[in-house]
């Protein structure tokens, strides 16, 4: 059996709607004859570009009217939507635990027949397959934009003075102990770390680049333990506090993001994502992000990049062709390029793409390839592992937080670990 959680069970543990309910179709087909298609997407934060592409669509178009929602709550907003048997057409979510939920789940459909598949980065189709609990047959999502994320730096202030981007995790404590030293109303690093989530930006960087990439999957075989991985990674996190403001837990997102701004650290350990928000504070603030250095060896370091957006298309779609038009329009290189400059994203897509300069330092990296996706995307939100980090930095007791994660990722996973272990049966 290729899942064992079904498109009933996720609609019935979501209060799924009576027995009976015709399933609804996935585009629909207007009295005028064109065929209406619409999309759901989670980025609200890019409501103005979608609605510029939307309006250049339809008007290029006469047989497909366009229609680009991206409402707040976005995904709790399809979820209800899955519960009625309402599907939109398209659905736009990033490549995490909600999407590889909706493919186990037999929501989505294989867009294998896809043409844009074609043109997807080879490393992000790889991140978006290894988000999925199990390998799965065919594809179920059209990258469009990624993000990355790693130590984002002050570039004019290294420049003047004379610091250079570390490569290893020795050299940049030695940085760290450096600016100390000589700039001392300058924090190395500012971490904010009252939100919770903020944690996890480093804790992925920094793991990302000292354990397997599969390490999830292993745990779930039954062939690992993450208290085999996780131990220096925790303690370097625990090394971080040495180097930020005081008291970090009392600071949070935005004010990190304001601090950085204002000059008061060199650096701030966070993704790409951020930079909206640091750039609101000052605009004229010129912003590198390089890799994190905790790879044993330098050329072994990774990126963290993930699938931030990607098509994905309702299972019942009963007109591909026209969804697949759709597709193909918002995936020509200079409609990506408008999107990925307004919102200072990395393409999914092949095409001789002009980057924002945030991403000169790592642009080798993306070349070649050598980006891995969020850790945090294979972790269940019920196991609230953000908190976890937040209470091992406050207490310092890495032996507690590696048996409560191990312990407490066999009680939240059981369905998923359940599902890899009949996969791995069944491949022996």
Known sequence: MRRTLTRRSFLS????????????GCVNERADGKVEVEIVSYKQEAVSIFEQLQEEFNASHDDIVLTINSPADAVTIMKTRFVREDYPDVIGIGGDADYANFVDSDILADVSDCPTSEKVQSAYSDILKSVTYVPMKGIYGVPYVANAAGMLYNKDMFVEHGWEIPETWDEMIALFEQIKSEEPDIYPIYLGYLDTWTILSPWNSITINMVPSDLAFQVNSGKAKFADYYREPAERMLQLLDYAEPGPFAY????ACTAFARGQSAMYPCGSFAVPQILSVNPDMNIGLFAMPSADNPDDRIVVSGVDLQWCVAETCQHKDAVYEVIDFLSQQENVQTYID????????????????????????????????????????????DAQLQAMLLDGDVDAFLAKWDEDWQRYNRAVIRKVQEYEENQG
Not at 252 to 255: L, P, Q, R
Request: net charge negative; with cysteine.
């Open 13 to 24: 543990a979501a209060g799924a709607a009576a027995a009976g309910l015709a399933l609804a």
């Open 252 to 255: 949070a997102y935005n004010d």
């Open 342 to 385: 307004d919102q200072r994203a990395i393409p999914c897509t092949e095409g001789d793409y002009t980057l924002d300069p945030l991403y000169d330092d790592i642009l080798p990296f993306l070349d070649e390839g050598k980006v891995l996706d969020y850790l945090d995307h294979s972790y269940q939100s019920s196991m609230a592992c």
